[in-house]
């Protein structure tokens, strides 16, 4: 008996430890980032698992489409960045392009990466004043069928 106490005793820190695992949906995973954050709201990303291109879910078709695709059905707004993505070394590397008044010379350029095994993202900016900034945010793994880009 008192060797299955201690069996006990040893697996649970270890099931208190365990990995969180991606969530898949056929090659598309999906992470949620800041949510700790009170300034600003989650962000959500969902990609294709083996090339890093960026998607969304599209509710009313079922499908994932792929986030340029907005574009071409009509759902773009001047507001809207442009977003590149693709893995680097097992990071998830995703840059936004917004052009400050829709001038080309006016632009704010964001990096984010998100490490896939430690789910943490590291945000890269340049404030008003032209200062980088840089920001650490916790990420967990989320259903991309239930998540759409921010």
Do not use: H
């Not at 005793?9 to 999906?30: D, F, N, R, V």
């Amino acid at each position: 008996m008192e060797k299955f106490v201690y069996l006990i005793l040893l697996t649970l820190p270890l099931l208190a430890c365990s990995k969180p695992q991606p969530i898949s949906s056929g090659p598309y995973q999906a992470v949620k980032c800041g949510f700790a954050r009170q300034n600003t709201q989650p962000r959500k990303f969902v990609f294709n698992k083996i090339n890093g291109s960026l998607y969304y879910y599209d509710i009313l078709n079922k499908t994932f489409k792929p986030l340029t695709s907005k574009v071409d059905e009509g759902i773009y707004f001047n507001s809207m960045k442009e977003v590149f993505s693709s893995f680097v070394k097992n990071k998830l590397v995703i840059q936004e392009i917004d052009y400050i008044d829709n001038k080309i010379a006016r632009k704010s350029i964001i990096t984010n990466t998100i490490n896939l095994r430690s789910l943490v993202m590291k945000r890269v900016y340049r404030n008003s004043n032209g200062r980088q900034i840089k920001v650490k945010e916790n990420c967990v793994w989320i259903d991309p069928k239930s998540s759409t880009f921010d």
